[in-house]
């Protein structure tokens, strides 16, 4: 079983909210200083799934992302927890496109890679959340797909998959090949071990630029983008919050309640 | 170019879905700028139809029906190509879905098909130049951004629940029933159905709850769950959680609160150890009232709360919980 996951590198989401800051005159987010970048979210389930199923159905996975040299270093957290291969996607042309631009890229970095049965994304970027990276790859390619999977069992060429809705959750079963968008339900991902680590610091990570794939460039980039931006900013919350206190816990709980019931609240 | 509107509505339990109302409302208003038609298309199985009157009386001038057996269960690629005939036979200037479990899955494939914009889990959305324009907070809320389509063609967005009100009901609107002409067998496919395995809630649902517990990973464990049930029970409100609660295998996935979860408008939001990323408050923040309890006088959770309690909930929600169904006796 062939499996390539596309993973994208971000700013950790987990920092306090303080940090955030965004350049509204530029409309870009700004990177805190001493701050790693993160494999997103639901990437990194992606990527545990695949190795999951490699370690009972055999096979190779392959790591692809589209960005800057500096996510090599997420690429190869992905070899430490087990991946096969990682191919970085780095040309000029490449920077500012949208997800459609991402995923014509995505594409043809797949073709030349060839023979796979499963292509895994996330079902949602942590930072500008387009929410059809992986849609549109699954598009781009003729594949059939399968979002926001919450489980997975492999049948011969097909797969049993469990995919999240509002009030529970559907099975469906799709042929390979096909694309997958991964969820948090499916597992918790590993921390790569040190034996890992070790092997991934000695690998060399193929780069690979506009001419080592077939590409339009002029179906790339900001000019290709299907929508623009025109502002950014970060909300403003007053916070207001009224603290209720007391001898002990107990007496502000009561307090609040008799608050609550004063507002007609409750 | 075409000045209409076409909306995805969809059904929950053989009844039009809520979020479908606020598609409505919004459609409805972009159709008008437009001055252009406000066209609805609806998949399903045999009895779809009927849905159609009601979307008329929310405010569609035309109902597209796909009644067929393989829309009875949702496959990615049956839906597809349904919409796809769909958006072909109306051809739109604005095709809206809401950000639903269906909505998402579709959109996406339909927009790169077209070579048409899309705009995801907006919040607002309106015309500049005819050209479509969109609220869309990104980084899990963190930001907040606007967008403009650049193209010529189609334009697609979803809208998150609850960010829009509903349509009104307008008795004795007129529109036309159109029959989606499809040919697709199910032997084509290279997906199939199997069976969908719905979680009944007990009690009240939490999207529709008036009021919400939510426990995070302040309640150190499954088994403290129960604390909030009880105080659920008394307030006859609905109980959520965090997303780490829900990653810690405490809770059931269809209790999250958030961006990723479910979008919650309660009167009362009572958050229990919870910190208040905005990723969920993406979840909590449409709530009128929000109370929170937590142990760190600092945690975000507080900006955004009307009341609060700095303490352990270990002691503050028994005694909350007491007075409660105290005052609710009397
Ligand atoms: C793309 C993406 C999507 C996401 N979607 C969602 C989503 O839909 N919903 C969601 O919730 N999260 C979501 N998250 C995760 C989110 O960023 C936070 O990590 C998560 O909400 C934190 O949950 P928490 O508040 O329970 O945990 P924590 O942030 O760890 O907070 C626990 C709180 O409990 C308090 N506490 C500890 N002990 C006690 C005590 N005894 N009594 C009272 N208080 C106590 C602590 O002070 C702390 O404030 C998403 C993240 C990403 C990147
Ligand atoms: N630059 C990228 N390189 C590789 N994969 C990506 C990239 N951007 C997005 N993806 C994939 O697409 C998914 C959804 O991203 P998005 O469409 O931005 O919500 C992510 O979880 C990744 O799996």
């Known amino acids: 079983m062939n499996i390539i996951v596309c993973i994208k590198q971000v700013q950790d989401p987990d920092i306090p909210p303080r940090d955030f800051k965004v350049d509204e005159e530029k409309m870009e987010v700004l990177s805190p200083a001493n701050v790693s970048p993160v494999i997103s979210t639901f990437d990194e389930n992606a990527i545990e ?105 492999v049948e011969g060429d097909e797969l049993i998959c469990e995919r999240g809705l509002e009030d529970g959750v559907e099975v469906v079963k799709v042929k390979t090949p096909c694309l997958l968008t991964v969820s948090n339900e499916i597992n918790n991902p590993r921390l790569p071990s040190v034996k890992g680590i070790l092997m991934a610091s000695r690998k060399q990570l193929p780069i690979w630029k506009s001419t080592d794939i077939e590409i339009d460039e002029s179906k790339i980039g900001s000019s290709a983008n299907t929508l623009e931006l025109t502002k950014l900013y970060q909300p403003v919350f007053t916070g207001n919050c009224e603290f209720i206190e007391d001898e002990s816990l107990e007496e502000a709980a009561k307090k609040l309640a008799l608050r609550l019931r004063e507002d007609k609240i409750i | 170019m075409s000045k209409d509107v076409l909306i995805l509505a969809e059904s929950v339990e053989d009844k039009l879905a809520l979020i479908s109302s606020e598609l409505l409302g919004i459609g409805r208003k972009l159709a008008d700028d437009l001055g252009g038609d406000l066209i609805a298309v609806i998949l399903g199985s045999e009895g779809t139809k009927e849905l159609s009157k009601g979307l008329i009386s929310l405010g569609a001038d035309k109902v597209i029906v796909g009644e067929s057996d393989i829309f009875d269960g949702y496959t990615n690629s049956f839906y597809l190509e349904g919409i796809d005939a769909a958006v072909r036979e109306s051809s739109p200037h604005t095709f809206l879905v809401a950000n639903t479990s269906v909505g998402r899955d579709i959109a996406p494939r339909i927009a790169f098909r077209h070579n ?60 036309d029933l159109v029959e989606l002409n499809i040919s697709i067998e199910s032997g084509e496919t290279l997906m199939s159905f199997l069976e969908a395995k719905k979680v009944q809630s007990e009690g009240v649902r939490l999207e529709d709850a008036e009021i919400v517990v939510s426990g995070g990973r302040g309640l150190g464990g499954a088994e403290n769950f129960s604390h909030l049930e009880k105080l659920g029970k008394v307030l006859k409100a609905a109980v959520g959680a965090s997303r780490a609660a829900v990653d810690a295998g405490w809770v059931p996935t269809q209790m999250q609160v958030g961006q990723t979860g479910k979008i919650v408008s309660p009167n009362l939001y009572i958050a229990v150890g919870i910190s208040g990323a905005m990723q969920h408050m993406v979840g909590a923040g449409p709530s009128k009232n929000i109370v929170a309890i937590n142990t760190d006088a600092d945690a975000p959770i507080f900006q955004r709360a009307r009341y609060g309690i700095v303490g352990d909930y270990k002691k503050v929600l028994p005694a909350l919980t007491e007075k409660f169904e105290e005052l609710l006796q009397s």
């Not at chain 1, 957290?77 to 042309?93: E, P, Q, T, V, Y």
């Not at chain 1, 023979?115 to 079902?123: A, H, K, L, S, V």
């Not at chain 2, 193209?151 to 349509?167: H, V």
């Open chain 2, 116 to 175: 048409a914009s899309y705009a995801h889990d907006c919040t607002e959305l309106s015309y500049e130049d005819e050209k479509l324009c969109a609220i869309r907070p990104v980084w899990g809320g963190s930001a907040i951004s606007h967008v403009k389509s650049k193209t010529e063609n189609l334009s697609i967005a979803s809208l998150r629940p609850k960010a829009l009100p509903m349509a009104d009901i307008i008795e004795g609107r007129t529109g």
């Open chain 1, 49 to 153: 799934e695949a190795i999951a199923l490699k370690e009972v159905h055999g096979g190779k996975i392959t790591v692809v992302t589209v960005g800057s040299e500096s996510c090599k270093d997420s690429l190869k957290k992905c070899l430490a927890m087990g991946c096969d291969d990682a191919i970085l996607l780095n040309d000029d042309c490449f920077e500012d496109s949208d997800a459609f631009g991402i995923a014509r890229i995505l594409a043809a970095a797949i073709e030349k890679i060839g023979e796979f049965d499963i292509i895994m994304c996330g079902r949602l970027s942590s930072d500008w959340s387009f929410g059809s990276t992986g849609l549109a790859l699954a598009e781009a390619l003729g594949l059939p797909s399968v979002g926001q999977l919450q489980k997975i069992t």
